[in-house]
C-alpha cells in the first residue's frame, strides 16, 4: 500500500514537472510559445491554452479593440489524439491606453497570455497544433505569426493544475468582471453606472475602452462625474455611431489608492434615441445625457433638489429680492398666527409655483430639442432688460414713488396680502435663476432626463426648499413671535432695501451691454429714465385720488403711465431687431482663452495642464468666484508658475458647445469649474470656491 502511494506521489511529481509549454517561436522584438494550465489530460477534460507572448522593452501588441491602429492577435488551436476537440474565443485581460500622436491604442506590454478554453472529447493523450498571428509595434510595426505544437500525456482523472497554470491565474486577475452597476449610455454620449458602492471616495478616476472600433472617439477627454450611487463618464461619438444600439466594453474603476477594478457592460441606449448618427458636440448638446433613476435614485434626486433650493437662499443673486422678504417677515411680527401662516403657504406658491412653470418650458425645450439649461432664460436680452425694468420699478415701490395698490398714502407693504406674497415668490425664483447651489447640478441632471412628470417634481422639490425658511419662520410659533412689531421704522427699511434692486439693476445693464453692445444698453437706460416717469406720473395721480379725489387728472396720469410703459415694450422690440453683434466679456482679459473642444484636445495631447471655467455674465455667483477666488495674486501666481492654460466658457449668450461640455459632465448650469493635470482625467471642482480649493486642486 505504502509502494503504491509513493509510487502515485512520484508519477503526479513526474506529471508536473513536465512543463506544458511549447518550442519558442522567437524574433527581435518577443517570444511566443503555446502555454497550458495542465501537464496532463485527463478523460472529457477542461483544458486552458493560451499565447504567451514575452515583449522587449519599448515594443506592444493589441486588444480585442486594437484602437486607431494596430491589429487585433488570433489564435486557432486543435486537438487529436486520443483526445480530440477545438478552441474557443479569445478571453482578453484588461489592456493599458497608449496615446501618441493624437491617436489611441489598447495594448500589452512586457508580457501577456492571452487565453482560450479547450473542451476535449475521449481519453489518452493529445496533441494540440496551434497557429498564432500577432502585430508588435515600437517605432515601426511588424506582423508576425508561429505554428505550435505541445504533446500532452494522459491522465487516469482530471489532471490537477500544471507548472504554467500560474500565467493563466495573472491572466484571470486582470480580466474585467461583469458589472454588478447598471449601465445606460445617452444619445450625446453620456455612460452612466448606477448602483450601491459608486461614491468620490470610492471612484477617483474612470475611463472606458470600446470594445468595438470606430464608436467614439478613443482619443478624446472623457470627463468623469461621481455621485453618490451614480457615476458618468463623458464620451464623443464618432460621426459613424448609432444612438441605438447598446455600447460594449470595459469601464475601469481607480480608487485613491491606486487599485483598478475592471468591469465589463453593456450600455443600453436612453434619453429617446434614434438611429441616426450624432453629428458633432453641437448636436450631442441637444440629447439628454442623464440616466433615468429609479426608486431610490429619485428619493436622492428630490433630497438634491430640496437642499439645492435650501442653500439658493444663501447664494449672492437672491440678496435682492430679500428686501420684500424682510418686509414680509417684519410685518408678521405684529400679526396673528393666521396671517402668518397664511402670507407664508402663498409665498410658499409663487416659489413652487414659478418654478414647476420654469421646469415644464425646460423639460419642453429638452423635448424639443433645444439645449436649454439652468438660468437659460437670462441668454435673453429682452429678458434680461425686462427683468432690469421690474426690479427698478419694484425700487421706485420701495421709495414712495407709487404704491402698488391703492391703499391709505403712507402704507407700508410689498403688495395687496396674497397677491403681494405671491409674487414676492415669483420674483425670488426670476432672480435666483442665475445662480446654480451645491446640489443642484444632480438634481436638475435628473429632472432633465427622466419621465417629464417626475422632473416637474424635482423643481417643486427645488421651489419648496427656497421657500422653507419662510415657512419655518411662521410655523413656529416661538420664532414668529420674537419677530420685530411693525412700526415707523419700517417706512426707513422700506425705502433703504430699494437700493439692492438698482444695484441689481446696474448688473443687468453690464449683462446687456456684454449681449449686445452699448447701444443697446443706451436703450435700456432710456427705457429706465421712461419707466421712472410712468412711475412718478402714476404716482401723482394716486396722490391726487387720495387728497382731492380728482377722476379725471388721475384717469390723465394713468394713460400717461401706460404710454410710457407700451412705448418702452416698443423701443425694447426694436432694439433686439436692430441690436448689434454681442460683446464677449473675456476678449480683454490676458492670459485667458476662449474655450473649445478642439482646443482643450490640443493642449491635452501636448500634456499641459488646462483648468476650465464656465461661467456667464448674467451669473452673480460666477462673478463672486472670481473676484475672491480665481482673479487673485496667489491664484494667478499659481497658474503662472504650474504653466496652466486658462480657458473660459462664456455662456452669456447660447452657445451650443458650451451647452455640450456642460452636458457630457452631468451639468445643466453653470458655474462649472473643471481642471486637466498632463495626461490625467479632468477633476470637478465645487461650484462655490476659496482660493484655496482652487490652490490645493491644481496642486495635486
Known amino acids: ?271 429617446g434615441a434614434a438611429s441616426a448618427p450624432v453629428q458633432d458636440a453641437s448636436a450631442q448638446g441637444q440629447a439628454s445625457g442623464a440616466e433615468v433613476p429609479t426608486g431610490a435614485g429619485w428619493l436622492r434626486v428630490l433630497l438634491f433638489a430640496f437642499v439645492g433650493g435650501l442653500i439658493l437662499n444663501l447664494m449672492p443673486c437672491v440678496f435682492p429680492v430679500l428686501a420684500m422678504k424682510a418686509l414680509s417677515l417684519a410685518k408678521m411680527g405684529g400679526a396673528g398666527r393666521g396671517v402668518q401662516l397664511q402670507s407664508a403657504l402663498f409665498y410658499t406658491i409663487g416659489v413652487m409655483g414659478a418654478f414647476a412653470a420654469l421646469g415644464i418650458v425646460m423639460i419642453g425645450l429638452r423635448l424639443a430639442g433645444s439645449a436649454a439649461g439652468w438660468g437659460f432664460q437670462f441668454q435673453s436680452p429682452g429678458f434680461v432688460v425686462a427683468v432690469c425694468w421690474l426690479l427698478f420699478l419694484m425700487g ?135 419707466l421712472g416717469f410712468a412711475g412718478w406720473i402714476y404716482g401723482v395721480g394716486q396722490r391726487r385720488s387720495m387728497l382731492e379725489g380728482g377722476r379725471g387728472t388721475v384717469a390723465f396720469c394713468r394713460v400717461v403711465a401706460a404710454l410710457c410703459v407700451v412705448v418702452c415694450g416698443a423701443a425694447l422690440a426694436q432694439g433686439l431687431r436692430a441690436a448689434p453683434a454681442p460683446v464677449s466679456a473675456g476678449t480683454a482679459e490676458a492670459g485667458v482663452e476662449p474655450f473649445s473642444e478642439a482646443r482643450l484636445a490640443e493642449l491635452r495631447a501636448q500634456g499641459k495642464p488646462v483648468f476650465i471655467d464656465m461661467t456667464a455674465s448674467w451669473c452673480i455667483t460666477c462673478m463672486v468666484n472670481e473676484r475672491v477666488a480665481l482673479d487673485v495674486p496667489s491664484v494667478q501666481e499659481a497658474f503662472r508658475s504650474r504653466g496652466i492654460v486658462f480657458l473660459k466658457g462664456d455662456w452669456t449668450n447660447r452657445n451650443a458647445a458650451i451647452a455640450a461640455f456642460l452636458k457630457a459632465h452631468g451639468r445643466d448650469g453653470v458655474p462649472f469649474y473643471m481642471y486637466y493635470a498632463p495626461h490625467q482625467d479632468g477633476v470637478v471642482l465645487p461650484q462655490i470656491l476659496t482660493p484655496g480649493i482652487v490652490t490645493s486642486t491644481i496642486g495635486k
Open 396 to 530: 421706485l415701490n420701495l421709495l414712495g414713488v407709487f404704491e402698488v395698490s391703492a391703499g391709505r398714502l403712507g402704507q407700508v407693504q410689498t403688495g395687496s396680502g396674497r397677491g403681494g406674497d405671491m409674487m414676492t415668490g415669483l420674483l425670488a425664483v426670476i432672480v435666483a435663476t442665475p445662480c446654480t447651489a451645491p446640489f443642484m447640478g444632480v438634481a436638475i441632471a435628473g429632472a432633465l432626463g427622466g419621465p417629464p412628470v417626475m422632473g416637474v417634481l424635482v423643481f417643486l422639490a427645488m421651489g419648496l426648499g427656497l421657500a422653507f425658511p419662510y415657512i419655518l419662520v411662521a410655523g413656529v410659533p416661538s420664532v414668529a413671535s420674537r419677530m420685530p412689531k411693525p412700526g415707523a421704522w419700517m417706512g426707513i427699511l422700506k425705502q433703504v432695501l430699494a437700493f439692492p434692486l438698482f444695484a441689481t439693476c446696474v448688473w443687468l445693464l453690464w449683462v446687456a451691454a456684454i449681449q449686445r453692445g452699448v447701444t443697446f444698453v443706451a436703450l435700456t437706460a432710456g427705457g429706465v429714465v421712461l
Open 1 to 271: 500500500m505504502s509502494a503504491l502511494l509513493l509510487a502515485g506521489f512520484l508519477g503526479l511529481g513526474s506529471a508536473s514537472a513536465l512543463a506544458a509549454e511549447s518550442a519558442p517561436v522567437t524574433s527581435g522584438n518577443d517570444t511566443a510559445t503555446l502555454v497550458t494550465d495542465r501537464d496532463a489530460v485527463g478523460p472529457d477534460q477542461h483544458l486552458r491554452v493560451g499565447l504567451r507572448l514575452q515583449l522587449k522593452p519599448g515594443w506592444h501588441t493589441y486588444w480585442i479593440n486594437p484602437g486607431d491602429a494596430g491589429d487585433t492577435p488570433t489564435l486557432d488551436v486543435t486537438a487529436d489524439g486520443g483526445a480530440t476537440g477545438k478552441g474557443g474565443p479569445i478571453h482578453w485581460p484588461v489592456p493599458v491606453r497608449i496615446s501618441e500622436g493624437g491617436l489611441m491604442s489598447y495594448a500589452y506590454v512586457n508580457e501577456v497570455t492571452l487565453p482560450e478554453d479547450l473542451v476535449l472529447k475521449g481519453s489518452g493523450g493529445t496533441t494540440l497544433h496551434a497557429h498564432g498571428e500577432w502585430l508588435v509595434c515600437a517605432q515601426v510595426c511588424i506582423p508576425e505569426s508561429g505554428d505550435f505544437t505541445l504533446t500532452l500525456p494522459a491522465s487516469a482523472q482530471d489532471a490537477p493544475e500544471g507548472a504554467q497554470a500560474a500565467l493563466f491565474h495573472k491572466a484571470d486577475a486582470a480580466m474585467p468582471v461583469a458589472s454588478p452597476f447598471a449601465a445606460s449610455v445617452s444619445a450625446d454620449g453620456v455612460l452612466t453606472l448606477s448602483g450601491k458602492g459608486l461614491s468620490a471616495a470610492s471612484v477617483s478616476q474612470a475611463w472606458f475602452l470600446p470594445q468595438d472600433g470606430g464608436v467614439i472617439d478613443q482619443v478624446a477627454a472623457q470627463p468623469l462625474h461621481v455621485s453618490d450611487g451614480q457615476l458618468t463618464l463623458g464620451l464623443k461619438f464618432l460621426k459613424s455611431a448609432h444612438r441605438d444600439r447598446p455600447l460594449e466594453g470595459v469601464v475601469v474603476l481607480k480608487d485613491a489608492a491606486g487599485q483598478e477594478s475592471p468591469l465589463q457592460i453593456e450600455a443600453r441606449p436612453v434619453g
